[in-house]
């Protein structure tokens, strides 16, 4: 079993940052690919990016790109988000999540998920 805690969401305002960060227990975060995912109420998990386990791939949604960065350190069992010029669509719950069978978009490849971080853009 793998434990993740998201932590880094709060409210910013638009055009702002926000670094979130994915922290794992249990096993070592870098048997896994890690996923971010974000749902809005009302709606279906959206694929936000994605990294490979060595963090040699890194995978983003089109709303992310040029603007969002993925990473991760494996010896502190940590995968990021930083997400900067932010949009008040990026309003969201953001999880994260880790795949033993390698990075996707789709968000049942995924084994393993977070409780979430809300993040709040506003005007």
């Known amino acids: 079993q793998v434990q993740l805690v998201e932590s880094g969401g709060g409210l910013v305002q638009a055009g702002g940052s926000l670094r979130l960060s994915c922290a794992a227990s249990?096993?070592?975060?870098?048997?896994?690919?890690v996923g971010w995912f974000r749902q809005t109420p009302g709606t279906e998990r959206a694929f936000v990016s994605a990294?490979?386990?060595?963090?040699?791939?890194?995978y983003y949604a089109d709303a992310g790109k040029g603007r969002f960065t993925i990473s991760r350190d494996n010896e502190k069992n940590t995968a990021y988000l930083q997400m900067n010029s932010l949009k008040l669509v990026a309003t969201a719950v953001y999880y994260c999540?880790?795949?033993?069978?390698?990075?996707?978009?789709?968000?049942?490849?995924?084994?393993?998920w977070g409780q979430g971080t809300q993040v709040t853009v506003s005007p």
């Open positions: 999540a880790a795949s033993g069978s390698g990075s996707s978009w789709k968000d049942h490849a995924y084994d393993y």
């Open positions: 249990g096993r070592p975060l870098g048997n896994y690919a």
């Open positions: 990294i490979s386990w060595s963090g040699s791939s890194t």
